[in-house]
Structure formats: structure tokens, C-alpha cells
């Protein structure tokens, strides 16, 4: 017998004959190469511009130790969150992920109920990650501004952050109505510039540093210095933050699954490929700064972003503001994915009808092509989170909490349900597996998923003068209390109405299909992130 090579065809026809079983048609070119799918996921962690935003997390809650094994603990636990979602995508790639799987794989009783939950939490968890980079952006360009100041003398209000934060949000909104095929052209150049990034820090920062800010590998990897105020356990776990923020929205690279050749091995290793190789690069860019900062941490702290502090000590004011710019540009890119990502999942969920003014929110706009009013109601509801600004700093650095716990109830549900419902529902190993392993990973990634949602529901800062109210449950548990207001609302609410997603094969739940016309909408729009 001859052994038959797989070839592009053979390839095509078992992604479409998988998409099918799942009661979808394919509809997207298969245009994302492995590499490519890999891609999505690495540029939306968008690795140092992202670091730069959390170190205030992981520098007063332990200094250089939360730094380097905070995450170090931290990344090798997101890394068994991502094992348990591989497994998934591989079983079922298709893009409304998450969401679809929960459905799927939840007994008849509970998946209505269930995809409901998993799409709130996964909306608010995507509009708070576009408040939270995009307000990650304007501290460090404001922080641009500060050191481009004579005698560093220029410090901005909390008015002037918002503005820019605002007029942030409102470009990238512009931006992905209308220049959506741009953005996706930019993402090879973009992931570039992050990789040169990485390499400037873990290369350049420490032949640049001056001998009064270089750390002894003593201090780098031992010393442990708390300014929070929190016991110092409770201060390390704190800094999980960090990591927990920057390597997230790893599921993105699953919403392309409809676009990607070899779907059921490209996305799982994409999502596991960036997870390890975030962590890794990771790893070594903060024991970079954390032999590069000096030992001064307050000075770090009150300085107007602390990764530029500790860069403006090793490249004086014309080199940092020289890596600054790009870092800035990065994370810019990263507001723009992150948009075009949420207005595409909100565009989904209200193509179920599951958001309110859902008959609004789902329409494509003709002229552009683009989901234009998904775009705006993601944007505006970003830009009202970062009036938390106006609360306090404990109020804002909430909305980056938010993002972590809300898409954590979200990846959490679909993992549960594969094994509550194991015997009656219909998964199916695909070629990502752990066979005998998968149980025991699921068990730790919902642990940990579990255990540092209940850490984000304390304040972040202790102390009576601060307003320590917290903003992550207040938000959450809003928007959450109100969603499920919504699902069980006499007559209206979705419990009546709602049947989780919608395929676009007939035969499947009642028999519906999309009207075709407005699928293809929804595929521009999926094309170009
Ligand atoms: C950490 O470093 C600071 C500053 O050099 C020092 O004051 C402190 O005692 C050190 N702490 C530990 C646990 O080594």
C-alpha cells in the first residue's frame, strides 16, 4: 500500500469536514499559516510594552523578587490554563470559542445559562483589556513627555492622562472602521518591533547601565522588599498581577481558528507557543531590569512610569525617549488588536442576540465593511471605565485586575463543563491531547484561575486614607447582576429566547441558519484582525 502525503488539499478538505461536524461552513479563506496563528497570540500579549505597564504591580509588592520569581510561578501556571484551552481549540477550532465550546459541551440544562456567562464575562473582560492598555499608553506617553521635559519637570493631572487615554481609545475606534486591512498588514512589522524590544533590554540595558544602578545577582534573584504595606505573602501574590495581565487574551489566536490552515494543531500549539515563549522572554527581561534598577525602589515608584525611570538610568534622555517611542508605538499596535478583537466577539454575541440593542449592535456597516457600531459601543464603554481614573489610582489600576477576572470566569466555564458533563457530551479528543494528564491540568488551571479571582476581590492598596473600595467587584459584579438580571427577566429576558450560538448549517438546534448576507459581514471583519 502506498502511503498517502498529506497535501494543502487533503489538509483543506479535514479542516472543512471538522468545521462541518461542528455545524459550521466554511467561510473564511484558510489564510493564516502556523507561524502566522502563532503570530495573533504573541502580538496581543505584546510582551515589554506590556511589562512596562505592570511593573508597577510587581515592584512594590516584593521588588526584584516578585519581579523574577513571580513570574516565573505565575507563567508556568497561565501555562497549564493554556494547556487545558489547547486541548479545547484542538478539539473544536472554530471561532466563537469560549463561548461555543461552554455551549457544547454543558448539559442541555445548564448551556444556555452558561454561554450567557461565558459571553458576558469574556465582553467586559475584553472592553476593560482595551482600557487597561490603552490607559497603559497613556502613562507612558505622558511618561514620554515627562522625560523629554527640561529637568524632567513636566508631570501630567489626572485630567491630561484621561484626554490622552480618550483621544487613544476614539483613534483606535476610527482605525478599525476604516482601516482595519492596514492594521493586519502592520502585525509582521509589529512583531518585529516587539522582538527588537526584548532584545534592547536583555541586551543593551545592562552593557548600558551605569556601575551605581548595577545589582548584585544577590540582590537581583534574593532581596526581597515590600513597600505595599501588605504581609509579604500576600504582597508576592499581588505581583502575580504582572505576568497574569501581560500574558492574557491568549484565546485570540482562537477566534481566527475559521481562517487558519491545519486549524486543530496550529491553534492549540499557537496558544502554548506563546504562553512559553512569553514566559521565558519574560523571565529574562525582568531579571534584566531587575540587575539594571538600582535599589532605589521608591524613587522607581514615584517616578511618572517605572520602567522609564529605570531605562532613563542606563540611556540617558535622547536613548530612552529613542526606545520609548517604540515601546509606546507597540503598545499602541496592541490598543488597536485588542479593539478589533472585542468588537468581534461583541459582534458575535450580539449576532445571538444575547447584548442589549443586540438588532443595533449587529449590523455591518455596507460602505466600510466593518462592524462599525460594535466598534463604538466597545470603545465608549472603555473610555467610561477610564473615569474610574477620576476615584483614585487603587480605582484604575482595578481596571486591569477586571480584565484578568473577567476573562478568567470565561476560560474557566468551558474547562468545568468538558469534565462535569464528561460522559454524556460530545467531546472529542482532537490532535492536541494529554491523555491522562488532561484531568490533573484542568484541576490546577481552574485552581489557579479560582484562587487569584478571589485575591483580585481585595483593594490593592491597604490603608485607611486610600479609597480602598474595590472597583474589580463593583464592576464585575455589576455588570454580571445585571446580565443575569437580563436572563431571567419575565418575558423578555434571554431565558425565553436565548439558544446560544447559532450554526450555519441547517439541521442544528431548530433548524436556523444566518442569513448569509450578514455572515459575510461578520467575516470582514474576522479577516482582519
Ligand atoms: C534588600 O535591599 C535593600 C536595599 O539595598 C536592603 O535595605 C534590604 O535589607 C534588602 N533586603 C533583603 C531581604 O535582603
Known sequence: ???????????????????ASLGYK??????????????????????????ASVLFYSVPNGGPSAMVWGWAVAS????????????????????GGLYFWTFSLASPKWRNLLAWIVGYANTIGSISA??????????????????????????????????????????HAIICCFGTAVLARLQSVYVGLNVLLCLAVIIALPAATPKEFRNTASYAFGNF????????????????????????????????????????????WAIVGAIGIAGI????????????????????????????????????????????????????????SMVLAASRQSFAFSRDGAL????????????TGTPVNTVWFTCILAIALGLLAFAGT?????????????????????????????PTNSFKPGPFNLGRFSLPVAIIAVLWMLFMGIVFLFPATPGPEVPDMNYTIVVMGGVMFLSLVYYWFPKYGGIHWFKGPIPTIDDQVDGTTVDSLEKKGADVAVNNV
Not at 499559516?33 to 495573533?40: A, K, L, P, Q, R
Open 356 to 367: 442589549p440593542f443586540s438588532n443595533w449592535l449587529y449590523r455591518m456597516n455596507k460602505y
Open 130 to 171: 482595551i482600557a487597561s492598555i490603552d490607559w497603559g499608553c497613556a502613562v507612558q506617553i505622558m511618561a514620554a513627555a515627562n522625560i523629554g521635559s527640561k529637568d524632567q519637570s513636566f508631570v501630567a493631572t489626572d485630567a491630561q492622562l484621561f484626554g490622552v487615554f480618550a483621544c487613544v481609545i476614539i483613534s
Open 76 to 95: 508556568i501556571f497561565i501555562l497549564f490554563v493554556g494547556m487545558s484551552m489547547a486541548e479545547l481549540a484542538s478539539a473544536a477550532p472554530t471561532s
Open 1 to 19: 500500500m502506498e502511503k498517502q502525503e498529506p497535501t494543502k488539499g487533503t489538509i483543506q478538505q479535514a479542516d472543512e469536514d471538522l468545521l
Open 394 to 422: 487603587s480605582a484604575i489600576n482595578a481596571v486591569f485586575s477586571l480584565s484578568v477576572t473577567a476573562l478568567y470566569i470565561a476560560y474557566s466555564i468551558p474547562i468545568i463543563v468538558r469534565f462535569t458533563n464528561s
Open 225 to 268: 522588599t515590600n513597600t505595599s504595606g501588605w504581609p509579604n505573602g500576600y504582597a508576592f501574590i499581588l505581583s502575580f498581577l504582572a505576568p497574569l495581565w501581560t500574558i492574557c487574551s491568549f484565546d485570540s489566536s482562537v477566534h481566527i481558528a475559521e481562517e487558519a490552515s491545519n486549524a486543530a494543531v496550529a491553534v492549540p
Open 281 to 336: 522572554l519574560g523571565w529574562a527581561i525582568n531579571v534584566a531590569l531587575a540587575f539594571c534598577m538600582g535599589t532605589d525602589l521608591d524613587a522607581i515608584m514615584s517616578s511618572s512610569q517605572p520602567m522609564a525611570a529605570i531605562l532613563f538610568n542606563a540611556f540617558g534622555q535622547k536613548g530612552t525617549l529613542a526606545v520609548w517611542a517604540i515601546i509606546v508605538v507597540c503598545q499602541y499596535m496592541m490598543g488597536s
Open 26 to 51: 466554511q467561510e473564511f479563506k484558510r489564510a493564516f499559516s502556523g507561524v502566522e496563528t502563532f503570530g495573533i497570540a504573541f502580538s496581543i500579549i505584546g510582551l515589554l510594552p506590556s511589562i
